[in-house]
Every structure is written in C-alpha cells, then in structure tokens.
C-alpha cells in the first residue's frame, strides 16, 4: 500500500512523464502562479509560502517556490535545504532555471534567491527582463509557482504583480502592517486592476482582533479605493511556528495539530489558488510590465 506521500509523488511523476511525451508540441502557459507579499517585513510571507506549497505538494500537485526576497533569501532555510544555486546564478547564466531546482519536503521544488547578492537587491529592468526570459521555461513543468516576495513595493514586485492574476497579501493585526499592506494593495490594483487579492491576518493574538483588524483594512480600502480585496483568513500566533522554524521544517510537517497548521489549512483551501491562472505566461506578462 502506498501512503499519502507516496501516492501524491506517483500522481506528481505521472504528471511529469505526460508532460514530456508532449514536450515535442507547442507548449502552452501551464502554471497557476500567485504571489505572496506584505507592506511590512516580517508578517511571515515565507511561513505562508513554504507551508502552502508543500500542502498543494502533498495533494498531487507539481508546486514550485520561487524565493524572490532576492538578496535577502531563506525560504530555503525553512525548508532545511542548501541549494548550490540561486536567481543569481541563474541571473549570470552560471546556471538554468531548471538546474537551480532544489527537491524539497513533500516533493515542492525550489529556486532560492540567493543571500547578499547585489544584482538582485537592485535589479535593473534589462537583468529583470534576462531573468524572466529564463525563467519562463519552468510554467511549462509545474501546476502551481508560488512567488514569496521581499516586503514592500520594490520594482521586481511591482513587475509581478503587474502580471500575476492573484495575490496573497500577509498582514498582522497591528496598524503598521495594515497600513504598509493598503500601501501594497492599493499599488497592486493600479498596475493590475484585474488582479484577485486575497487577505491573510498572520499572527494574531485571537480570532477578535483578527477580525477587527480585516473591518479596519476593508473600511479603509471601501472608501479611499472603493473596493476590497478578499478575506481568505486569519491565522494565530502560535508558539509551534518558531519551534518549526527552528526545526527547518515547515510546520505542517512538524506540529500538523498545532492552531496554525490548521489555519495554514484552511489558507491553503482559498478557492482562487485553484484557478489562479494568467490569459497568457505569466513570465510573459511581466516582461511586458518591465517596458
Ligand atoms: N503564525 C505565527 N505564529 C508565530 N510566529 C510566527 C507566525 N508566522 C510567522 N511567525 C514568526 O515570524 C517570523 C518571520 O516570518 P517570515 O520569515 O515568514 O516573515 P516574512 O514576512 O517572510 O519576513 P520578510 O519580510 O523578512 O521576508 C518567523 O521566523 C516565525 O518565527
Ligand atoms: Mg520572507
């Protein structure tokens, strides 16, 4: 008998083995991509993204992470990996796209985006442009690419969200980070007024200030903006986050029972991470927002 892992492994391999049988006709835009970012640091976007990815991993599907906290990377930490490449490498043609890849927990490939390196902290929009061309090739190969960003509104994420149909905003309860995630939101529905945006609370002490803090982002949002995003929920602060972390291991894995694994759960439920999808590749799509 195979277990839960196994099963979603061979499911995953089929995936893979169609996937080449076809390489040989024209390929067309594959990956589901969504974006994780947040106004402030800190909220615990890699926590989203690391956890998410592996659960998508675990129910069949071919899920990719992209740790574009470029030059201040560690989704790779969270993982327990130590990748030989990152977007660096792959910026410099030291390495393609595909050779960067680490395997992760639950089968989750990873491309890392390098610590300290200086052409990703400030990337010019021609070393954008040569890393989105190489990095296209990877929506051929999997179901599902989640983006986890550095905090803010730098150019590369702006870029993204030009070109992403659906973003994961990560926020805490407090009044800094939901003023700097309104800064973002607001951001993202200008350069993409089509894009679906999806709220998660992080962190919280209790489901009463969680709630209280989605009234104020939505109040705010309403009337300077008129319009919302959605919210797909909150999850506690739990002291089982910082013991996976100290792991390496993403909590899913190490405390399943744990509140916020079951939180992280339901986040991963959000109906649109199903059907996140761009008209055309998204790598695509973001070159064009470079011009
Ligand atoms: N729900 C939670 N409960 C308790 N601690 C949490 C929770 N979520 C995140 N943390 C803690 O917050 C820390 C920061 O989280 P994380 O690295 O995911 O934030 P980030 O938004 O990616 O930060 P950065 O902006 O630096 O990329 C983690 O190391 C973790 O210990
Ligand atoms: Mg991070």
């Known amino acids: 008998m195979l277990?839960?892992?196994?099963?979603?492994?061979?499911?995953?391999?089929?995936?893979?083995?169609?996937?080449?049988?076809?390489?040989?006709r024209p390929q067309v835009a594959g990956a589901r991509v969504v974006c994780i970012a947040s106004?402030?640091?800190?909220?615990?976007?890699?926590?989203?993204?690391?956890?998410?990815?592996?659960?998508?991993?675990?129910?069949?599907?071919?899920?990719?992470?992209?740790?574009f906290d470029a030059g201040l990377a560690n989704a790779h930490l969270l993982l327990g990996l130590a990748p030989k490449f990152d977007l660096g490498h792959v910026l410099d043609g030291q390495a393609s796209a595909r050779e960067a890849l680490v395997e992760g927990?639950?089968?989750?490939?990873?491309?890392?985006?390098?610590?300290g390196r200086q052409s990703l902290v400030n990337p010019t929009r021609r070393e954008l442009d040569r890393l989105f061309r190489a990095l296209r090739p990877l929506e051929n190969d999997f179901d599902l690419i989640l983006i986890d960003h550095g905090a803010g509104v730098g150019y590369s994420t702006i870029a993204h969200l030009a070109a992403t149909s659906t973003l994961l905003l990560v926020t805490n309860h407090e009044v800094t980070a939901l003023s700097d995630g309104y800064a973002i939101y607001k951001r993202?529905?200008?350069?993409?007024?089509?894009?679906?945006?999806?709220?998660?609370?992080?962190?919280?002490?209790?489901?009463?200030?969680?709630?209280?803090?989605w009234d104020?982002?939505?109040?705010?949002?309403?009337?300077?903006?008129?319009h919302h995003p959605e919210l797909v929920g909150w999850v506690p602060a739990d002291?089982?986050?910082?013991?996976?972390?100290?792991l390496r291991e993403p909590v899913l894995l190490?405390?399943?029972?744990?509140?916020?694994a079951r939180a992280l759960v339901k986040v991963a439920a959000w109906t649109p991470l199903e059907h996140a999808r761009t008209t055309s590749a998204f790598y695509e799509k973001a070159r064009r927002a470079l011009r």
């Open 105 to 115: 927990p639950a089968g989750v490939r990873l491309l890392s985006g390098g610590v």
């Open 3 to 24: 277990n839960r892992f196994q099963f979603a492994r061979l499911r995953s391999f089929r995936r893979a083995v169609k996937i080449d049988e076809q390489s040989s």
């Open 216 to 226: 104020r982002f939505r109040g705010a949002a309403n009337r300077f903006l008129g």
């Open 39 to 67: 106004g402030k640091g800190g909220t615990g976007k890699s926590v989203m993204a690391t956890n998410l990815a592996v659960h998508r991993a675990r129910l069949g599907e071919r899920v990719l992470l992209v740790d």
């Open 239 to 246: 002291t089982a986050v910082a013991q996976s972390v100290q």
């Open 188 to 213: 993202a529905t200008v350069v993409n007024p089509d894009i679906r945006v999806g709220l998660v609370v992080n962190r919280a002490p209790d489901e009463h200030l969680a709630m209280a803090a």
């Open 254 to 260: 190490s405390f399943p029972e744990s509140e916020a």
